[in-house]
Nanobody, 126 residues
Framework: QVQLVESGGGLVQAGGSLRLSCAAS????????MGWYRQAPGKQRELVAT????????NYADSVKGRFTISRDNAKNTVYLQMNNLKPEDTAVYYC???????????????????WGQGTQVTVSS
């Protein structure tokens, strides 16, 4: 009913930049929090950055502060992650998350839920 589709991953050299995008589709009324998480091989999934619906409240992992910037376009139900000065330790699969989604179900009633994208690979070479 709600799908998240990420794009923008790839291979980049250390010090380079990438911009990830994630578009949510479906009969969506609102999305409370949109964000990015990542999971490196052999590690647990961790928060990278999140942004509230008001666009003012953000949260970043300490490891990406000053290098990554999250933004969102509520009209398009899209969240972005601008990643600058990338480091090899940023290599991971990056997942988009939408939390507190209010949307119409197949029955036409409003319902809520949290959703994940399929992930996009980011590889930073040294």
């Amino acid at each position: 009913q709600v799908q998240l589709v990420e794009s923008g991953g790839g291979l980049v050299q250390a010090g380079g930049s990438l911009r990830l995008s994630c578009a949510a589709s479906g009969r969506i009324f609102s999305i409370n929090v949109m964000g990015w998480y990542r999971q490196a091989p052999g590690k647990q999934r961790e928060l990278v950055a999140t942004m509230m619906i008001n666009g003012m409240s953000t949260n970043y992992a300490d490891s990406v502060k000053g290098r990554f910037t999250i933004s969102r376009d509520n009209a398009k139900n899209t969240v972005y992650l601008q990643m600058n000065n990338l480091k090899p330790e940023d290599t991971a699969v990056y997942y988009c998350n939408a939390a507190g989604v209010i949307h119409l179900s197949r029955s036409g009633a409003y319902t809520g839920g949290d959703y994940w994208g399929q992930g996009t690979q980011v590889t930073v070479s040294s």
